[in-house]
């Protein structure tokens, strides 16, 4: 699919662990982890019964402020359609969205519902990923929207935000979407409609009414709706988020345990968004004194971040440590 003429190709054969940027220029992005994140906090109470060192990189006292490229703000509406085709989200350590950015070379990579790229911050620079073997000639892809969607949700917002009707094999075979989709759909409808509720409560941090609305959707769809299904998928994501926030370990762990399996089944591909949920699942279980259960847990997140994030990346650094202060502690048991 594309949204331009040009468009970027492998000239060599690319093994997902190598590094590509498609001209090397280094580009700006905000600085990566708050402290003030679920997961910061999360971390620090941990690093605190532990008695671990707080690292550098966590002690960043501000979010950071949105960068937007003064062509957004000045944009005359002839050109608004081409600057929205272009913007990328930044995200932060946590994949949480921090701000939009125009990046004219990365523009010209093409979406794909499975891409054969990935794209993640390093400090101030944007990384081009690979997470599959390329073939030379091979065009280069990335998704353009939220992989974790029915394939009718896809296509309509790609149409409306790219303006082209996507037509690869996953919209059009549909085959996700019984998965995607699983369940009695009056049980999901009524979990769709709620979602935007939800995340008005998140943006207000109100966790626990946030708590009170999952138990009562629960309950209604009550073993009718499997996790599976990307609604209560979604859910569970707030629902996680929430416990975090409240320090309910035990239940957050319940809830992130959950959305593992579903994750593997709609990111088949190594993918950042993996990564982090089994890096957030790990974490808790290390937490909660779960040692060889955070060892596996955080093992599998190594071996998807490694190649999204590659093995110097700082995330991925944070892993190796967090291993080896398992590994140490299970030694000293
Ligand atoms: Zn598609």
Redesign the pocket.
Known sequence: ?RRSGARYFSTVSVAPEERRRPDGSVLETPERISASSSWGRLDARRRARHNLPVPEAWLVPRRPSPVVNEAVCSAHSSCTKEVTCNCFSISDGELQEVGVGIYPSVSLLNHA?RPNCVMVFEGRTLLLRAVRDIQPLEELTISYTDMMRP?KE??KRLQEQYYFL?Q?E??TSTDTDSDMLSGPEEAWMSLQHHIPQIELLQSEQKWEQILTEFQALARSCADTVPDRNIYLLRLLDLALDSCINLAQWDRALEFGTRTLQPYRLYYPDPHPARAIQLMRVGKLQHLLGRLAEARDTLGQAYDVMKVTHGSEHALTNQLRRMREEIEAEMGSA
């Open positions: 699919m519902c394939s896809r296509r996507c690869c996953y919209c």
